[in-house]
């Protein structure tokens, strides 16, 4: 895996893009940005008394560091931007 780019290489390329209005490149390969990001839930099956059945209950995400599709390298910045809709 490479090296983290700059800190700031993300945010900058993000800040540049919404400017020109186009697609981010990604700072470590230089091809059109494609995200991924990988998130597991913990579930839980409790117990019912009344209803006698497990329910299911989800107790909380474990998210991996989103990715560049191309490149695969990781990182948190690719999130860090005014361009992701949550």
Do not use: H
């Not at 895996?1 to 290489?9: C, K, S, T, V």
């Not at 991924?36 to 209950?57: G, H, L, M, R």
């Amino acid at each position: 895996m490479q090296e983290r780019a700059d800190e700031n290489d993300v945010l900058r390329e993000f800040d540049n893009a919404r400017t020109e209005g186009r697609q981010p490149t990604c700072p470590y390969c230089d091809k059109p940005l494609e995200i991924s990001q990988v998130q597991y839930e913990s579930i839980d099956w409790k117990w019912n008394n009344k209803k006698k059945i497990y329910e299911k209950e989800v107790t909380g995400l474990d998210p991996d560091r989103p990715f560049c599709t191309s490149c695969e390298t990781k990182d948190w910045d690719f999130l860090n931007t005014g361009l992701i809709d949550f």
